[in-house]
């Protein structure tokens, strides 16, 4: 298995022949407003390019994961392109009549805690709570997946969430092999965080049997935490073996233990 971080939530994930598009933003900077203006400087979205590497990547695809409608992991240009190529998309119940009325080929649709067969293995729903406290409520509904392909390490993409009795029983029950994180701990102008705090990442990767990739970072406006903040913390909490922090455009390949 060989993860190419994209930017954001966005990457690309080879696995044989098949290439796994996980929450297409690929606009241009500056192409989605600002997610916050008074917290933090009102700066338009995505703040960076797109690796050059990317577009290679994308003539790769096979398979398309989106965890939910937000613009900072599905804008106009994601919708094109995956309308354009019309590549199979899995994604939550919740979202699929939507994802259809835009013209995407929804080939797989998922229900939390549910589990289909997917590329030779299983692909199970997984739940998430965007944010602390009351801001959840307005959020919407999101979801992660827990991957199982045979010869490959286990995958748990959380996608948009907090640290909640549910993710933490994913990594008691399953000890996925690969996590994936949002670690921007992203606030909007009113109400708590709503993704994990640094706080509730270090009790995260602390619980986390495998490996932890960090993404979300550095590319929204309400995004503070930065890579190097992040690596610091792990260094001092002694986690920096179990992290891998991407640059934009970076490549890891992992194989199961």
């Not at 590549?87 to 797989?108: F, H, M, Q, W, Y």
């Not at 067969?117 to 944010?131: E, S, V």
Request: charged share 25%; aromatic share 8%.
């Amino acid at each position: 298995m060989r993860y190419h971080h994209i930017r954001n939530a966005t990457a690309v994930i080879e696995i044989g022949s098949e290439a796994i598009l996980i929450d297409p933003m690929l606009g241009e900077p500056g192409t989605i407003e600002a997610f916050t203006k008074d917290r933090f400087p009102a700066i338009r979205n995505p703040l960076v390019e797109l690796p050059a590497k990317a577009y290679d990547l994308l003539k790769k695809v096979t398979h398309v994961l989106i965890t939910h409608q937000h613009a900072d992991h599905l804008d106009e240009a994601g919708v094109n392109f995956l309308k354009d190529n019309q590549l199979p998309i899995t994604c939550s119940r919740l979202d699929a009549e939507d994802l259809k009325s835009k013209g995407l080929n929804v080939a797989r649709e998922l229900d939390y805690n549910s589990t289909q067969a997917f590329l030779g293995g299983t692909i199970k729903g997984t739940p998430a709570q965007h944010g602390y406290g009351e801001v959840a409520k307005y959020m919407g509904n999101v979801m992660g997946f827990y991957i199982q392909l045979p010869n490959e390490p286990s995958l748990y993409l959380a996608s948009d969430t907090i640290l909640t009795d549910e993710v933490a029983e994913i990594l008691v029950n399953n000890a996925p092999e690969i996590s994936v994180i949002p670690c921007g701990s992203a606030q909007l102008d009113a109400y708590e965080p709503i993704l994990m705090t640094v706080e509730d990442i270090m009790r995260f990767t602390n619980l986390n049997f495998g490996v932890t990739i960090c993404n979300h970072l550095e590319a929204l406006n309400h995004c503070p935490t930065k890579r190097n903040n992040l690596k610091e913390k792990f260094k001092e909490q002694k986690l920096s073996n179990k992290v891998w922090i991407p640059e934009d455009g970076e490549s890891k390949t992992f194989k199961t233990t």
